[in-house]
């Protein structure tokens, strides 16, 4: 009985495979056949007689290529900062192939149809949204327009969102560019370095199968200017491009526009605000607020900085509650010339002690070096 219950299992589990993309299915397996892995090889070779077309660029501020076809790019900023306002725009500028606030867009013909994920709204917001830009595309309301899709994915888990997003690519042709507003809710933990990686590599694997764009929208960190979590981090190292939008320091009904990462060079910070239509629009009657450079997140620091900020301290210091590992962590961090919210610090412990590098034991905590290079996660007991 007991076999027949466990090959019903694997049954099940082959059969959920089987109605998944390679893309997503991969992510649920941790054991490959020779022959699966002569296909992953022999679709991976890169040989000096193939000839390799440049990818099309399709989406641009000013002279500035901010998207290009086999990339992934996104939009950060602190809750209310109009995020999806500036989606809209974008968005309405790649449905008609025009001009709208900045962003001027040229998708090629066969590849003109967009996809829109929103992962956090309720329906009646999502389709607000949807109206926004019909509005600014100057579309009629009254007939769907068969170029942009909408779905409100809400109420459905991480992996179901994930999973509804590989059908979709799989089920439309002619997809030259999704958004997907809440890269946050493809995962259930934000700093989880595993979850991390794989929403990264899934985005890299749509975006090169499927030859399109896709433009993903995540907060940033409440106490300084970096993307929030484990994702944040893996975001800015593999992204095209990163628009940060910010509320004007003067006059907070003006949001602004800046490049914080770009392959492209960059465009000069541009701003708008919301008129009376509720449309987003030009705004030239602000100067736009100077930031200072933004400083890098710990969890981004490279490791040689980390082990000599951490060796230093634990040679002199065995902390025994959390909260005192916390405030002196952060105050060994600042002498060393990285002070950071109590967030960054939190987020760093985390990541440390989920790779075992930092572990409770029954005196305190204590650190071990070695597992920077040889992470043992199952070695004592989180912070």
């Known amino acids: 009985m007991e076999k027949r219950t466990k090959k019903k299992e694997q049954d099940g589990q082959q059969e959920s495979l089987e109605h998944q993309s390679l893309e997503v299915s991969m992510l649920n397996k941790d054991s490959f056949s020779d022959e699966e892995l002569e296909s992953y090889l022999s679709k991976g070779a890169i040989r000096a007689s193939d000839e390799i077309t440049v990818p099309p ?201 800046r490049p914080m990462h770009m392959r492209d060079k960059e465009f000069t910070t541009f701003a708008f605000h919301i008129d009376d239509n509720r449309l987003p629009v030009l705004d030239s009657s602000m100067s736009v607020t100077v930031l200072k450079p933004r400083e890098k997140s710990l969890v981004s620091l490279d490791h040689d900085v980390h082990k000599d900020i951490l060796g230093k301290f634990f040679e002199e210091h065995t902390p025994s509650k959390y909260s005192e590992l916390v405030e002196q962590i952060s105050q060994a961090y600042e002498a060393a010339g990285y002070k950071r919210g109590i967030n960054g610090i939190k987020n760093l412990l985390k990541l440390l002690s989920g790779k075992g590098i930092i572990v409770k034991e029954e005196n305190g905590y204590i650190y071990k070096s070695e597992c920077f290079d040889n992470p043992n996660p199952t070695s004592g007991n989180q912070v």
């Open 57 to 257: 660029k399709i989406l641009f501020v000013g002279d500035c290529t901010i998207a290009t076809f086999g990339n992934f790019s996104a939009s950060t900023g602190k809750a209310k900062s109009k995020k999806t306002f500036n989606i809209s725009a974008m968005v309405a500028a790649a449905v008609t192939n025009s001009t709208v606030l900045n962003y001027r867009a040229c998708l090629p013909e066969g590849k003109r149809t967009i996809l829109y994920f929103d992962t956090e709204q309720s329906k009646y917001h999502c389709h607000t949204v949807l109206e926004r830009i019909y509005r600014l595309s100057a579309l009629s309301l009254k007939k769907d327009d068969p170029r942009l899709m909408f779905w409100g994915l809400r109420e459905y888990t991480p992996k179901l969102r994930i999973a509804v997003i590989d059908y979709a690519l799989r089920k439309y042709e002619g997809v030259g560019l999704v958004i997907i507003d809440g890269l946050r809710d493809l995962m259930y933990d934000i700093n989880n370095g595993k979850e991390a990686t794989d929403v990264m590599t899934v985005l890299m694997a749509w975006t090169s199968v499927y030859d399109l764009h896709i433009h993903t929208v995540l907060h940033l960190n409440k106490n300084d200017n970096n993307p929030r979590g484990h994702i944040g981090t893996e975001l800015e190292n593999k992204a095209e491009t990163v628009l940060i939008i910010s509320k004007n320091l003067q006059n907070n009904s003006i949001s602004e526009v």
